[in-house]
């Protein structure tokens, strides 16, 4: 099953892992239900999830943890053999080093009569890797994983990744943080992960899409009182797709005229660097904008006319002279302004970086991307003085920041490398830095914005994070961003809110690449093809 498609079954709702624990807790002590039982529902739900996936399966084997997660492959051992499956469980640990209900778990697979063996990694297990009716399940640690994996659990994960079997992943494969999608030093690479009670949103972002596969997900049966309760509602982030999206472009007017579709501003495209500007341009076009205008360098604009008519192109040669009344002016039509694709690093690109924040204001939005935003970085400091004017160039409401991990390490003053070691962190540091809504490209990219605390005055705001399950490697091409950024500035002329604006961009962006991807494959899939089908979502549902 494509990974997207499998992806909008889930719910909307994603948990860090003391929250899923706080939820746990909640049904055990609140509503009364065994933890014991909670394991037996999710072993159920594990086994019937592989008999689903591989119908032909007759063999399983089972490595199992010390912990809860343990617990579970127990009792799926438990369930397999009374199915008339061929159970085998490998246990990483002594058996008498569990306690509570995961002791219990291992009591039920022993009087079903299995046999628990200690895991020995250097023995192969060819047998089962001969055949094609054997799945692996990792049982080993789930959400349990603290700090760094110990020798004999990283040795264990490189031998269930090197048994040549399927493998499942209990809750989270073994070695993922849970919380920030990061593999801590080797992971289990698994083809199916059942998660319960609340997804987990490492599996959806970092280096959880590589490790996860196909994700099904299952509540447990927990009853309402449970699902309803603060400790549910106390989500972490929301997860968003073209579905979530769909009723934020409503249809036209019958009399509608290119002024009611707002105007959207390009400015970039350095020399050598016109074909960013243009995608960028083409893409707010495709997404309904009535009017799009271009600032780039003269050497540009006569291909530039030549490939898309449609747009107004002017060239800006002197923005700290000749031309700086060309840019004011175009600024004061436009109802929005994307800047950076193409922009560079240059002086003519940090006086023209300048120039637009000068003449923005507190008036016109911006959608800041690629080196833009690379500028901002670099000139912090003597941005700060356009405070005098009202308007601080560190700090604003009215824009969005789309920045890849490389350009937000460079707007933290942190390296990539962190920011990788917990998206979810970054981003909201971020917004909390920069203002306006800022977006975290990447696997799972990640949506930050300021929000009124519910309950709370209008004063009292709180960091909203969401995650948007949308797209797929082929993505990983030149343009994309420059792409997105023209899609997000033509929703914000057409007068979707910044928020909204971001939220419609990300996810019709990535679906566009999902159906490229399924037309035609997703290696060698460019920017550009995905306007046909932009132009399609944009447009969906208004016949």
């Known amino acids: 099953m494509n990974r997207s498609v ?22 055990i002590e609140q ?41 579970d492959g127990y009792l ?36 079903a009569g299995i046999r628990c063996e200690p895991l020995r990694a250097t023995e192969g297990i060819s047998l089962e890797s001969a055949r094609a009716d054997t799945v692996l399940v990792d049982a080993l640690l789930g959400i349990g994983l603290r700090g760094s994996l110990r020798t004999e659990y990283r040795v264990a994960i490189e031998w269930i990744n090197g048994c040549g079997l399927p493998v499942v992943a209990v809750d989270v494969p073994s070695g993922l943080n849970s919380d920030t999608g990061v593999a801590v030093e080797v992971v289990v690479r698994a083809a199916l992960t059942v998660c319960f009670i609340g997804v987990k949103r490492g599996l959806l972002t970092a280096d959880g899409p590589d490790c996860a596969g196909e994700i099904v997900f299952h509540d447990l049966a927990l009853p309402a009182s449970v699902l309803t309760s603060d400790a549910a509602r106390a989500i972490s ?16 007017r019958p009399a509608s005229h290119k002024g009611d579709c707002g105007h959207v501003l ?27 205008s271009l600032l780039t360098r003269a050497v540009h604009v006569t291909a530039m006319l030549s490939r898309r008519p449609e747009i107004m192109v002017r060239a800006v040669e002197s923005p700290n002279g000749d031309d700086a009344e060309l840019v004011s002016q175009m600024i004061a039509r436009a109802s929005v302004v994307v800047i950076g694709p193409g922009l560079g690093r240059t002086a003519w690109s ?28 670099e000139k912090r400091a003597q941005l700060s003085e356009l405070s005098s004017t009202g308007v601080s160039g560190l700090h604003r409401a009215n824009w969005i920041l789309t920045p890849h991990p490389g350009e937000a390490a460079r707007l933290l003053g942190c390296s990539t490398a962190q920011v990788q070691e917990d998206r979810f962190s970054a981003v909201r540091r971020l917004q909390q830095l920069w203002g306006g809504v800022c977006l975290l490209k990447g696997a799972g990219s990640l949506l930050c914005f300021a929000a009124p605390t519910s309950g709370a005055p209008m004063s009292c705001m709180e960091s909203c994070l ?6 797929n490697p082929g993505m990983a091409s030149g343009g994309m961003g420059d792409v997105l950024s023209g899609i997000i500035g033509g929703f914000v002329a057409q007068g979707l809110s910044l928020v909204d604006s971001l939220r419609c961009g990300v996810c019709i962006h990535g679906e566009s690449a999902d ?29």
């Open 31 to 71: 509503a009364g239900i065994p933890g014991l039982e909670l394991m037996q529902r999710a072993a159920s739900v594990v086994l019937h999830a592989i008999v689903k996936r591989w119908p032909q399966v007759r063999r399983l084997v089972i490595v199992c943890g010390t912990g809860n997660n343990g617990g």
């Open 350 to 377: 940090a006086a023209l970086l300048r120039l637009v924040l000068q003449e923005t204001g507190l008036r016109v939005p911006l959608v800041v991307d690629a080196d833009a935003l690379n500028l901002l970085a």
């Open 76 to 111: 799926v051992a438990a369930l397999a053999a009374a199915q008339g499956l061929n159970v085998r469980v490998l246990e990483l640990g002594a058996g008498d080093r569990l306690g509570g209900d995961a002791l219990s778990a291992r009591q039920s697979a022993l009087a």
């Open 515 to 543: 159906l490229a991807a399924a037309a035609d494959g997703e290696r060698g899939t460019l920017a550009m093809d995905l306007l046909p089908h932009l132009r399609h979502l944009v447009n969906n549902g208004q016949d």
């Open 237 to 252: 982030a929301t997860r968003i797709d073209v579905q979530a999206v769909a009723t934020l472009l409503p249809p036209r």
């Open 466 to 471: 969401e995650l948007c399950t949308e797209g």
């Open 266 to 292: 390009v400015v970039g495209g350095d020399v050598g660097y016109g074909g960013a500007a243009l995608m960028a341009a083409e893409a707010a076009a495709r997404a309904g904008a009535g009017t799009v």
């Open 6 to 27: 499998s992806l909008t079954r889930l719910p909307r709702a994603l948990y860090s892992s003391e929250q899923v624990r706080a939820i746990d807790r909640h049904a």
